[in-house]
């Protein structure tokens, strides 16, 4: 069974960057879409970015402009997605989850904390 495994998550302040990374284990084929979703205490788990395979990337309103979505397709067997997360603000705090989307079923990370605070 494919698993996820994500890094990168941690405490910044407020205007800092982080970058997440979140990697497939060895599968037989690629996702069709890798993503990264989020849920605040309290809220429901939300869109932040997705990155389909061809396509273009999409992301939430609340992150356009200050995250990046990208990919390392170079392995057939192995998938990278990175989120690079710039100006953030205390409204991003929260658990990030990759998301990861085959021809036949998801697969989700654990999910890596983010705290934004000063």
């Known amino acids: 069974q494919v698993q996820l495994v994500e890094s990168g998550g941690g405490l910044v302040q407020p205007g800092g960057s982080l970058r997440l990374s979140c990697t497939t284990s060895?599968?037989?084929?690629?996702?069709?879409?890798m993503g990264w979703y989020r849920q605040a205490p309290g809220k429901q788990r939300e869109l932040v970015a997705v990155?389909?395979?061809?396509?273009?990337?999409?992301?939430?309103n609340s992150v356009k402009g200050r995250f990046t979505i990208s990919r390392d397709n170079t392995s057939n067997t192995v998938n990278t997605v990175y989120l690079q997360m710039n100006s953030l603000k205390t409204d991003d705090t929260a658990v990030y989850y990759c998301k990861a989307t085959y021809s036949r079923f998801d697969v989700w990370g654990q999910g890596t904390q983010v705290t934004v605070s000063s």
């Open positions: 060895r599968s037989i084929s690629s996702p069709n879409v």
């Open positions: 990155s389909p395979s061809p396509g273009s990337p999409t992301y939430a």
